[in-house]
Every structure is written in structure tokens, then in C-alpha cells.
């Protein structure tokens, strides 16, 4: 899921850039003090869950949490999956300092998607009825990712469409896990501390 440095055509990186700019800056913004933890912990959760790489074919598959931390943290997923993001391609030189606005969107764009259109779902109801609706956010979220990824794929030359199609292809069963683990994740928090998904959902 990590586009590497010089994949992409030059406007869609510096595009990238002015977008992953202005999605941290108005996700700093909305992040309060009560949040940061949440955030750090977030932040902690994408690193490693997508250090761990599954090959398939010549790519390879991880999970991201990018749903859940949308789901939690709503603009302020940008700054804290930002902070994931540089740590992992300082220190293991996944994707690139050059793509780093363009992965940065790619994975934090569909988190705040997520949050839009599931939040409040998700606050309404009985933790089991926020639970479906956030499986099917922490799904979206990753199907919402490989299209993002797809497009920058795509705007940067037609010899990138076959592996546009294969980054799709190839998370659709990363989908079906993550929306478990989201569905399971957002259960939890609804019973132990259901004020998280209020406060995003109506902020």
C-alpha cells in the first residue's frame, strides 16, 4: 500500500503534498487534549499492524487500522497516520520522503471518509449495531484506500494500471479482516467508553 519514491508522475506528487498538508493542518486543529492519547495510540496501532507484509504475487498486502482511527479520531486521523508514516519510511524506508504526501491521502483521506459517513451510525444504537456499521466502515476504509492508490497509480502512466488492479485485488481479503477487527474494536469501545464515538461523531 506504500507507493515508493518515483512511481509517480511529479503533479501527482507535489498534488499529494498541498492535500496531506492541508488534511494535517486542519486535523491539528481539531485535535484537543483529550484526543492526543487516543491519537498516539493510533498512530502506534498503524506502525506496526502494517509492518507486517503478506507477499502476494510481486506486491504484498498488510493491514492499515485506518478505519478505526477515522472512526475515533475523525481530521485528526491525518496528523497521527502522518506521524505512522514518517516513522515507518525513516526507519524502514517504507515508501518514500517523496511520496509521502501522496501515501499520506491515500491512507488518511478514507479514514475521514469513514468517520463521515459511519460516525454517527456508529454512536447511535447498541454497541452491536455500532460494531456492524463499524465493520463495514473499517472495510470501506480499505477498499476506499486501493482505490486511492489505484488513481495515483493510474494518473502517473497506463504501464501502472496492471498493478492498480492488483492492489485492489489483492486486499480484498485485508477488507474482510480488517472489518472484523474494526467490528470487534468499535464493540468494545462502545461499551467501555462510548463518549469516544460521540465526541467525533459531533464535533
Known sequence: MHIVDGALANPVVIGGAVAAAGGIAIGLKSLDLDRIPT???LAASFFVASLIHVPIGPSSVHLILNGLAGLLLGWAAFPALFV??????VFFGFGGLTVLGVNTV???????LTWMLFGRLIARGSPVQGAIWGGIGGAFSIAA????VAVSLALSGDAFLPAAKLVFFAHIP???IEAVLTGFAVLLARKVKPELFIKV???
Open 39 to 41: 491519537a498516539g495510540v
Open 84 to 89: 505512522g508514516l514518517l516513522l515507518q519510511t
Open 106 to 112: 491515500n491512507i488518511a483521506l478514507p479514514a475521514v
Open 145 to 148: 484506500t486501493t482505490g486511492f
Open 174 to 176: 485485508v477488507m474482510a
Open 201 to 203: 461523531a459531533t464535533s
